[in-house]
């Protein structure tokens, strides 16, 4: 049965180029980059190769940081409780602002501070799905807002938020801004000497990298204590001896993505479009968002009368792995926080399904994805009550 892999928002696959690179760096080089011996010292120009291939990727300058993280969302934990510690723990300032929106790791980390004693203000979306630039400028103040944090891409809409304006409007007034930004990296340009963030989370397994390895852009100048203490590495910002496998799979998977991004934006925005017509053609399907404001990659759908559960499940016995876009675990029917934002119907709530697709996303795949689709729907339509 032929398989085809349409999950890309959550991970994705290792570039065969990327695995390449990693493997010396298992068995053959070992070494510490940190220590002075010949093992460590032959390590280290690989380990800066890497760095600056991210630090290209991003058009991020010599003196500001990229720190090694084990993912985005130590990335993320590290720069909210971090703000906490030095400007809420302290008095400077009371509150963080975020949306309605953002991954669990953000909204988790926010309201862990929280708990702490800090304000958090979750700022909603608009009917298109991303947060107007007039409504942050409310909400926001120097005298009391310690930082924003707001995703550049939606996971489960693609949606992508006008970054700059916000990043922008913070500068104005004085206050940080972090960006999740890791569904945007190498499925849009992402330039921080443009935008001008203060910090910017990302994950390598989003770009075609490895898996437990991310990275933190913070700015120069800007104070963040570090959430692992230990050793000095990453100049005493995060301890930990480096991953360096990782790391340089990262700095090639990066160097990658960013050459790749004409792809993204014609051949797999082409892709998707295609299959987004096919499923449209279905009668009571929705699609979440419009497609000129996603990313080129992704579709959330609804199928009226069709679980989503139950759909991804289908869907996978023909050989398409997709994932809900539903909130609702086995133990639970809450509803989908980024529905209830958008104000969408709460039906969709149980009955939407994320399709993602990347550079590796074949025609042929996307032809069998949609004869499957369109079977399962027929066929689930039939035995569900809903669909009677």
């Known amino acids: 049965m032929e398989r085809v892999y349409l999950d890309n928002n959550a991970t994705t696959i290792v570039d065969p180029l990327v695995r390449e690179a990693m493997e010396p760096f298992a068995c053959e080089m070992y070494g510490n980059p940190n220590s002075l011996h010949d093992f460590g010292t032959e390590v280290h120009p690989f380990m800066r190769l890497a760095f600056d291939r991210l630090y290209a990727g991003i058009n991020a300058r010599e003196r500001d940081d990229i720190l090694l993280t084990g993912c985005a969302t130590e990335s993320n934990n590290t720069v909210i409780k971090g703000v906490w510690y030095d400007l809420i723990r302290t008095g400077k300032r009371s509150e963080i602002v975020t949306t309605q929106v953002e991954h669990p790791c953000v909204v988790h980390a926010c309201g862990f501070v929280e708990s702490l004693g800090a304000k958090v203000v979750r700022l909603p979306v608009t009917a298109d799905g991303i947060v107007d630039p007039d409504l942050l400028a409310k909400h926001i103040h120097p005298d009391r807002t310690a930082l924003v944090s707001i995703m550049w891409a939606n996971n489960e809409t693609g949606l992508v938020f006008p970054i700059r304006e916000l990043a922008r409007l913070c500068r104005e007034r004085g206050i940080l801004f972090h960006t999740d930004a890791v569904q945007a990296i190498g499925k849009l340009p992402v330039d921080v000497a443009d935008v001008p963030v203060d910090f910017l989370s990302f994950s390598a397994h989003k770009f075609h990298g490895p898996k437990g390895v991310g990275g933190l852009f913070v700015r120069e100048g800007r104070s ?53 017509d096919a499923v449209l053609a279905i009668d009571g399907v ?23 559960e139950a759909f991804i499940w289908d869907l996978n016995r023909g050989g398409v792995a997709a994932s809900t876009g539903s909130a609702c675990a086995s133990e639970s029917l809450e509803p989908n926080p980024t529905f209830v934002a958008m104000c969408l119907s709460p039906d969709l709530a149980h009955t939407g399904v994320r399709l993602s697709l990347s550079r590796f996303t074949t025609e042929e795949e996307v032809d069998h994805a949609i004869g499957v689709i369109r079977g399962s729907v027929e066929r689930l339509r039939r035995i569900s009550p809903a669909g009677r």
């Open 224 to 276: 963040l204590p570090p959430l692992l203490h230990g050793g000095e590495q990453m100049g005493g910002r995060r301890a930990g001896t480096v991953n360096v496998a990782g790391l340089v799979g990262m700095g090639l998977a990066m160097e990658l993505a960013v050459k790749n991004l004409g792809y993204e934006a014609t051949e797999v925005r082409r892709l998707r479009d295609r299959l987004e």
């Open 286 to 308: 929705t699609v979440v968002g419009r497609r000129e404001l996603r990313t080129p990659n992704t579709i959330l759908m609804s199928v009226e009368g069709v679980e989503g």
